[in-house]
Structures are given as structure tokens and as C-alpha cells.
């Protein structure tokens, strides 16, 4: 089988280990370094299990973009923790783990992993445009968060989802089949219909209101039913089409909403990506002198080892 093409959804999976390891974990000044090491160890996982020819760190060049709030002001508005008038807003994370991301960002450069963001965009938009771009390889995204789910497809080249939500001992690969029996979705459209599904539906956690009144198991039915969000929609509109009264009147009640949730929902295929320009894997570290000095500076000798080991060469 040919290698994959890995693109690691790295804020997800760094705020994962901060959570999961204790911030007892610290280097000798007391800097932090939980977050650190469990994305160091995360990454040597993926190169062990996943055996990438290729894999990119998808980073967020604005958690908010402001094509979405102009869109739905109410995304993610409940974790902005102070706005700015010269650059992206600021999100609430923890203070011990705002000092862990540049370390993470300089081990990465150390060891010759690639990285990539897009002014203005989000990770997952980095992720669906690399995504997007692939025609070769099968591409597998390793990340925590549902929303990627939409990605999932069988042509040009199979997208598949590395779902670590309950930590990497539990991780699933979801491709389409596997999406469209977990919410009941056609097989065929399974990534456009989870989309589509997640409209109605909403999440709290990014601000989505979603339809009152219309939950999971609605949402998948009425997308099963009529193919797409849009085509939901049109038949509502027709009067000899068979849609719930209720439904059609829930679905009026969030007409504005509707028209903005494709902009806010649909991951971007065609974001400005800038980054790394090789993102093969390395077969050893690009500075070992900087590694070694990282590890000892902050105390993450065993981590460090893990992913050093997991490299091809």
C-alpha cells in the first residue's frame, strides 16, 4: 500500500496532551512541558503506527477567522478572551500552556517536520486545502475534533479520518463507510452529508446554534432523505413536497442562520497555505545539536528519544 500523506491537526492534538498530562510534568526553570511531550510522543506514535511518506503540521493562523464571524458573529465568541483591532482575536487557553506552543513550533524545526498555516485561516482549512490538493497518495488526518469527519472521501485519493478523541490507545480510522454508519449518512456523500448534518445539528462549543428543535438523529434522517442541506431546503420551500410542518416551520425560523452556516461550517479547499517546502519525513533530524539542546533544556529527554526513534533513517 502506498505510504500516506499525514497532516496532524496540531492544535487539537497539543491541547489534548495538556490536558491529559499533569503540569507537574516542567522543565528544570518550571517552564511547563506537559503539552510538549505528549505532542512529541503523539507524533512518534503516528510515524510507528501510520508509517507516513509524508506529514505536515496543520497550524491555525487564526483560531476565529473573520470570514466567519462576519458570517455568524456567534462563533466561537464564548472562548474569545480579548479582541483585538490589529490582529486575530485572542482565545482563552490555559497560561501554562500559551509558553509550551513555541516549543513545540521549535522542535518541530529541529527535527525537519513540516509545518503549514494560511493567514487568515483556520488548521482545518489548511487541512481540507492539502487535502484537496493530493491526487496521489491516500491522506490520513490525525486529529481530535469531529468537524474534520467532512473531509472524508474516496476519490481522487482516499481522505480518512485518525480520530483520537479518547487518546491514541483508542484512535479510530473513519473513512467514508465508516461515517456514514456511524450517523446513519449516505455512503456515497458521507464527508459533504456529516457537513451538512453538523448545520442542523449545531455545536454548542463553536457557537453554532444549529435548528431548535432538530437533533443528531433528525439532522442525519432529513439529509439521508433529501440528499444535501440544500436540497432539504428547496423542499421545504415546495408545498407539494412531504416535509413535517414542523420541520418547514423550524427551518423558516432559522433562515438566517442557514445562509450563513455553509461559509462557517464547510472546511476551505483553497486557503493561501504557506509552510515547510518539503514535507517528507525525515530520516534523521534536520539539527540534532538543537534537538539534543531542547531536550535538555526542558527536561524532555524521553519524549524526545520516542520521536528521534520513530524516524525512518
Same mark, same amino acid.
Given at each position: 500500500?502506498t505510504?500516506?500523506?499525514?497532516?496532524?491537526?496540531a492544535a487539537?492534538?497539543?491541547?489534548?496532551?495538556?490536558?491529559?498530562?499533569?503540569? !507537574?510534568?516542567?522543565?528544570?526553570? &518550571?517552564?511547563?512541558v506537559?503539552?510538549?511531550?505528549?505532542?512529541?510522543?503523539t507524533?512518534?506514535?503516528?510515524?510507528?503506527?501510520?508509517?507516513p511518506a509524508?506529514?505536515?503540521?496543520?497550524?491555525?493562523?487564526?483560531?476565529?477567522?473573520?470570514?466567519?464571524?462576519?458570517?455568524?458573529?456567534?462563533?466561537?465568541?464564548?472562548r474569545?478572551?480579548?479582541? !483585538?483591532?490589529?490582529?486575530?482575536?485572542?482565545?482563552?487557553?490555559?497560561?501554562?500552556?500559551?509558553?509550551?506552543?513555541?516549543?513545540? #513550533?521549535?522542535?518541530?524545526?529541529?527535527?525537519?517536520?513540516?509545518v503549514?498555516?494560511?493567514?487568515?485561516y483556520?488548521?482545518?482549512?489548511?487541512?481540507?486545502?492539502?487535502?484537496?490538493?493530493?491526487s496521489e497518495?491516500?491522506?490520513e488526518?490525525?486529529?481530535?475534533?469531529?468537524?474534520?469527519?467532512?473531509?472524508?472521501?474516496?476519490?481522487?485519493?482516499?481522505?480518512?479520518?485518525?480520530?483520537? &478523541?479518547k487518546?491514541?490507545?483508542?484512535a479510530?480510522?473513519?473513512?467514508?463507510?465508516?461515517?456514514?454508519?456511524?450517523?446513519?449518512?449516505?455512503?456515497?456523500?458521507?464527508? $459533504?452529508?456529516?457537513?451538512?448534518?453538523?448545520?442542523?445539528?449545531?455545536?454548542?462549543?463553536?457557537? #453554532?446554534p444549529?435548528?431548535?428543535?432538530?437533533?443528531?438523529?433528525? $439532522?442525519?434522517?432529513?439529509?439521508?432523505?433529501f440528499?444535501? #442541506?440544500?436540497?432539504?431546503?428547496?423542499?421545504?420551500?415546495?408545498?407539494?413536497?412531504?416535509?413535517?410542518?414542523?420541520?418547514?416551520?423550524?427551518? *423558516?425560523e432559522?433562515?438566517?442562520?442557514?445562509?450563513?452556516?455553509? #461559509?462557517?461550517?464547510?472546511?476551505?479547499?483553497? $486557503?493561501?497555505?504557506?509552510? !515547510?517546502?518539503?514535507?517528507?519525513?525525515p530520516?534523521?533530524?534536520?539539527?540534532?545539536d538543537?534537538?539534543?539542546?531542547? *531536550?535538555?533544556?526542558?527536561?524532555? &529527554?524521553?519524549?524526545?528519544?520516542?520521536?528521534?526513534?520513530?524516524?525512518?533513517?
Amino acid at each position: 500500500m502506498t505510504a500516506p500523506l499525514v497532516l496532524l491537526d496540531a492544535a487539537s492534538l497539543y491541547f489534548r496532551s495538556f490536558f491529559a498530562l499533569p503540569e !507537574s510534568m516542567t522543565a528544570p526553570d &518550571g517552564t511547563p512541558v506537559n503539552a510538549v511531550r505528549g505532542f512529541a510522543d503523539t507524533v512518534a506514535r503516528v510515524l510507528t503506527d501510520r508509517r507516513p511518506a509524508r506529514l505536515v503540521a496543520c497550524l491555525d493562523a487564526d483560531w476565529r477567522p473573520d470570514f466567519r464571524v462576519e458570517a455568524l458573529p456567534s462563533y466561537k465568541a464564548h472562548r474569545v478572551a480579548e479582541t !483585538s483591532d490589529d490582529g486575530p482575536d485572542a482565545e482563552v487557553v490555559p497560561d501554562t500552556l500559551t509558553p509550551q506552543v513555541p516549543i513545540i #513550533l521549535e522542535l518541530l524545526e529541529a527535527v525537519g517536520i513540516a509545518v503549514a498555516e494560511a493567514e487568515g485561516y483556520e488548521a482545518d482549512d489548511v487541512i481540507g486545502t492539502l487535502a484537496a490538493r493530493e491526487s496521489e497518495r491516500p491522506v490520513e488526518v490525525v486529529t481530535g475534533d469531529r468537524d474534520l469527519f467532512q473531509l472524508v472521501r474516496h476519490e481522487p485519493s482516499p481522505v480518512s479520518v485518525i480520530y483520537v &478523541g479518547k487518546g491514541w490507545a483508542k484512535a479510530e480510522a473513519l473513512g467514508p463507510e465508516e461515517v456514514a454508519a456511524r450517523y446513519v449518512l449516505p455512503v456515497e456523500n458521507a464527508g $459533504a452529508a456529516y457537513a451538512d448534518m453538523s448545520m442542523l445539528r449545531g455545536d454548542p462549543s463553536d457557537g #453554532l446554534p444549529g435548528v431548535q428543535g432538530i437533533g443528531e438523529k433528525t $439532522a442525519a434522517k432529513l439529509i439521508t432523505r433529501f440528499g444535501s #442541506l440544500e436540497g432539504l431546503l428547496i423542499a421545504a420551500r415546495d408545498a407539494h413536497r412531504d416535509v413535517p410542518p414542523k420541520t418547514r416551520l423550524r427551518l *423558516a425560523e432559522a433562515a438566517d442562520y442557514l445562509a450563513a452556516a455553509p #461559509l462557517v461550517v464547510r472546511v476551505a479547499t483553497d $486557503a493561501p497555505v504557506t509552510g !515547510s517546502a518539503d514535507d517528507h519525513v525525515p530520516a534523521a533530524p534536520a539539527d540534532p545539536d538543537r534537538v539534543a539542546e531542547l *531536550a535538555e533544556r526542558y527536561n524532555l &529527554g524521553g519524549s524526545v528519544n520516542r520521536l528521534l526513534a520513530a524516524l525512518p533513517g
